[in-house]
T-cell receptor, first 112, second 115 residues
Framework: QKEVEQNSGPLSVPEGAIASLNCTYS??????FFWYRQYSGKSPELIMS????GDKEDGRFTAQLNKASQYVSLLIRDSQPSDSATYLC????????????FGTGTLLAVQP | DAMVIQNPRYQVTQFGKPVTLSCSQT?????MYWYQQKSSQAPKLLFH???????NEADTPDNFQSRRPNTSFCFLDIRSPGLGDAAMYLC??????????????FGAGTRLSVL
């Protein structure tokens, strides 16, 4: 059974701090990794995608991937109350149809 | 402009009364997905269409059916909704071509309530 594991949280950080969200996956051959942000009652919104080992930065967001450790993380710098949401880690399975396996998400609460 | 559009946003149905949820897309993506998401849970893939080919997940109940009459539209039919089917239903699309990043884009979702 292919799995994606996340700490459900809540992760509470003060405004302006760095929030660090973590995810592990079980399928060693996975190649594509995604972070989605989901506000309460809304649909998932893509924040970051990462495909190779190392760091990928986009504004205040940095995704980090370590395939040897089967670990992917998301760092949010200068956290804002508007970043408060559930962050879903998703891993693409093999094959042409691009199926994603989602973790249950980490709830982030940024305190003003 | 919304690219993956789901209607209605909120749907209330009665126990056992058939209901249809719709999804349309302007992205011309060849793959469309339906997910079910319950509170505090991960989105669960029900099925997907790769072009016209229907792919059902092994654990999707027979109560759930889908239709894709053309590239732009996809429907989720729940033949006899039970209380346990109350959830958010998410439609997503992606393009599956060599060299693309195969990112899935989600619609706003339909919140289904069963009375």
């Amino acid at each position: 059974q292919k799995e994606v594991e996340q700490n459900s949280g809540p992760l509470s950080v003060p405004e302006g701090a760095i929030a660090s969200l973590n995810c592990t996956y079980s399928d060693r051959v996975s190649q594509s990794f995604f972070w989605y942000r989901q506000y309460s009652g809304k649909s998932p919104e893509l924040i970051m995608s990462i495909y190779s080992n190392g760091d990928k930065e986009d504004g205040r967001f940095t995704a980090q991937l370590n395939k040897a450790s089967q670990y992917v993380s998301l760092l949010i710098r200068d956290s804002q109350p508007s970043d408060s949401a559930t962050y879903l880690c998703a891993v693409r399975t093999g094959g042409a149809t691009n199926k994603l396996i989602f973790g249950t998400g980490t709830l982030l609460a940024v305190q003003p | 402009d919304a690219m993956v559009i789901q209607n209605p946003r909120y749907q209330v149905t009665q126990f056992g009364k058939p209901v249809t949820l719709s999804c349309s897309q302007t992205l011309n993506h060849n793959v469309m997905y339906w997910y079910q998401q319950k509170s505090s849970q991960a989105p669960k893939l029900l099925f997907h269409y790769y072009d016209k080919d229907f792919n059902n997940e092994a654990d999707t109940p027979d109560n759930f059916q889908s239709r894709r009459p053309n590239t732009s539209f996809c429907f989720l039919d729940i033949r006899s909704p039970g209380l346990g089917d109350a959830a958010m239903y998410l439609c997503a699309t992606s393009i599956s071509l060599a060299g693309t990043k195969n990112i899935q884009y989600f619609g706003a979702g339909t919140r289904l309530s069963v009375l």
